[in-house]
T-cell receptor, first 113, second 107 residues
Framework: GAGVSQTPSNKVTEKGKYVELRCDPI?????LYWYRQSLGQGPEFLIY????????DSGLPNDRFFAVRPEGSVSTLKIQRTERGDSAVYLC???????????FGPGTRLTVL | GIQVEQSPPDLILQEGANSTLRCNFS?????LQWFHQNPWGQLINLFY???GTKQNGRLSATTVATERYSLLYISSSQTTDSGVYFC?????????FGAGTTVTVRA
């Protein structure tokens, strides 16, 4: 597709479960970013990939959160032992390279019951 | 990190009115993005504007990097302009967002 895509669009899980969120960036974009948006706030940075490697993971809140991008395209954000406080919209963005204009996907709304 | 402040937090407009949204940031930046988040949550790119003025239809933006602010102008507002407007600036490639301005345009 032409834009950034994310799946699933909605995910409801129970406290303590494991979830995976997927992001397909714009074709040819080497930089990929994950953000988290809570209700009424702006998105907050989680992690930035340049190619296959995580260039900056300083925004990950704790070691329950992990992300991969094994082939330098699709990325998966993984959350272990989910907590109710993890409920938010998780946004993925990509850019031609780091520092260029970022384009966002539609997000995955995660609800932890 | 860079602090980003947006004003006003809320704006109610009558259809056809003009408005100005402001974004202040705490440090020097080499680019700035304006987004419109529609009611379905999609962030739509409006402007990528490190300095100067750009126009796109009824919208225009001006960034004065030396004074650390940017302005977004909406002219002849329409109900489809409703939503949240965010500005964001980069710090080490990651974007720092303001809290947004919620715009409601009434018919």
């Amino acid at each position: 597709g032409a834009g950034v895509s994310q799946t699933p669009s909605n995910k409801v899980t129970e406290k303590g479960k494991y979830v995976e969120l997927r992001c397909d960036p714009i074709s040819g974009h080497t930089a990929l970013y994950w953000y988290r948006q809570s209700l009424g706030q702006g998105p907050e940075f989680l992690i930035y990939f340049q190619g296959t490697g995580a260039a900056d993971d300083s925004g990950l809140p704790n070691d329950r959160f992990f992300a991969v991008r094994p082939e330098g395209s699709v990325s998966t954000l993984k959350i272990q032992r989910t907590e109710r406080g993890d409920s938010a919209v998780y946004l993925c963005a990509s850019s031609f390279s780091g520092g260029n204009e970022q384009f966002f996907g539609p997000g995955t709304r995660l609800t932890v019951l | 990190g860079i602090q980003v402040e947006q004003s006003p937090p809320d704006l109610i407009l009558q259809e056809g009115a003009n408005s100005t949204l402001r974004c202040n940031f705490s440090d020097s930046v080499n680019n700035l993005q304006w987004f419109h988040q529609n009611p379905w949550g999609q962030l739509i790119n409006l402007f990528y504007i490190p300095s100067g003025t750009k126009q796109n239809g009824r919208l225009s933006a001006t960034t004065v990097a030396t004074e650390r602010y940017s302005l977004l102008y909406i002219s002849s507002s329409q109900t489809t302009d409703s939503g949240v407007y965010f500005c964001a600036v980069p710090s080490d490639y990651k974007l720092s967002f303001g809290a947004g301005t919620t715009v409601t345009v009434r018919a």
